[in-house]
């Protein structure tokens, strides 16, 4: 693992004068990506296209849909490998990480989709279990961890129940849970209020805004200002394949 990204500075001591700086948690440089439609053609999302994002720190990506929002986010769980240029998470870069270590990237990660995308006929604490099933964990641990991650989220009373069984914010709320229960270092939400009607929208909203100030950091795909304004944070607007940071009370 890389010291730079997996030891916290000590923020009892000042910093000493010419101290390394702590490297970003993600970095994309100069990246160039797209994908191939229907019809068969090229479609390039991103021709130059730089980010950072610091441990902790939470930040929205806007744009309207199909500007190449979730193709920024698939570059960031290795979906998606840049055609030029570097996409780095932690210690895992494009341009050196085999095929194999993909999942070790994504077990730092959580992700969550504006559809949801939960096992149908599983119930909401079943869904959030078989995400530690997947790394390994087994017993005692899943169960108790499991449900540790439904309360948190305020889903504790509906873990019995099945996906066709909860509201839209319900299901929502138990993907957030399934995204969190192996502790990400990142957390990757795609337009996860997209299906919600406003009022569940700000309540799936101010759940992860409390997530990132418990110190998970925060990546968001959205194209709802309203969200935007209503919870600041910084703001980079897609702009014909580049990032350009915006002021959120602009929008």
């Known amino acids: 693992m890389d010291p730079a990204v997996d030891s916290a500075p000590d923020s009892s001591a000042p910093p000493s004068a010419g101290a390394p700086r702590e490297r970003p948690l993600v970095e994309i440089r100069n990246v160039a990506a797209g994908y191939t439609d229907p019809n068969g053609s090229r479609v390039e999302v991103t021709s130059d296209l730089s980010l950072t994002l610091n441990r902790g720190e939470m930040a929205y990506l806007i744009g309207p849909t199909g500007s190449g929002k979730s193709t920024i986010l698939k570059l960031l769980y290795m979906d998606v490998m840049p055609e030029y240029g570097l996409v780095r998470v932690g210690p895992y870069q494009s341009d050196t990480t085999k095929p194999n270590d993909i999942p070790l990237l ?36 899943v169960k108790e961890r499991a449900l540790q991650a439904l309360s948190e989220v305020g889903l504790g009373h509906r873990a019995k129940a099945r996906p066709s069984e909860m509201s839209g914010g319900e299901q929502q709320r138990a993907c957030i849970a399934r995204a969190l229960v192996n502790h990400p270092r990142l957390l990757l939400a795609d337009e996860p209020t997209g299906n919600l009607d406003p009022r569940v929208a700000d309540e799936i909203q101010k759940l992860l805004v409390k997530v990132n100030r418990q110190g998970t950091a925060l990546l968001m795909a959205t194209h709802d200002y309203r969200l935007v304004k209503a919870f600041p944070a910084r703001t980079l607007a897609l702009v014909r394949g580049r990032l350009i940071e915006v002021d959120p009370a602009s929008l």
Not at 111 to 130: K, T
Request: hydrophobic fraction near 40%.
């Open 106 to 141: 994504r077990r730092m990660l959580g992700i969550v989709f504006q559809d949801f995308q939960l096992l149908p006929d599983r119930s909401a604490y079943e869904n959030v279990a078989f995400a530690l099933y997947a790394t390994g964990k087994r017993g005692k641990e």
